[in-house]
């Protein structure tokens, strides 16, 4: 089981990034997806998940309005889009089935003006 997270990097304030995560070694079309961040300091944390069939999504108070998680099951990847970023959205950001103990290396997304 692999996941390979991509699509961070440095954003101003307001500004929209749209992170991809390639995963591989399972059926991936019959697993929940989700987004996890974590913060300088602070634990992780699940951002976002989104059923095996897509359609059904869940998002944490702070990000809701603001980030869209989606799936292309034929390519095997889950998306995050991330629009109005704040710096509080500083952070790690790692895809993983949950299903699965297994970790990315996770894509760095900084916030700062």
């Known amino acids: 089981v692999q996941f390979v997270e991509s699509g961070g990097g440095l954003v101003q304030p307001g500004g929209s990034l749209r992170l991809s995560c390639a995963a591989s070694g399972f059926t991936f079309s019959q697993y929940v997806m989700s987004w996890y961040r974590q913060a300088p300091g602070k634990e992780r944390e699940l951002v976002a998940s989104i059923r095996s069939a897509g359609g059904y999504t869940i998002y944490i108070d702070s990000v809701q309005g603001r980030f869209t998680i989606s799936r292309d099951n034929a390519k095997n990847t889950v998306y995050l889009q991330m629009n109005s970023l704040k710096p509080d959205d500083t952070a790690v950001y790692y895809c993983?089935?949950?299903?699965?103990?297994?970790w990315g290396q996770g894509t760095q997304v900084t916030v700062s003006s």
């Open positions: 993983k089935a949950p299903s699965f103990a297994f």
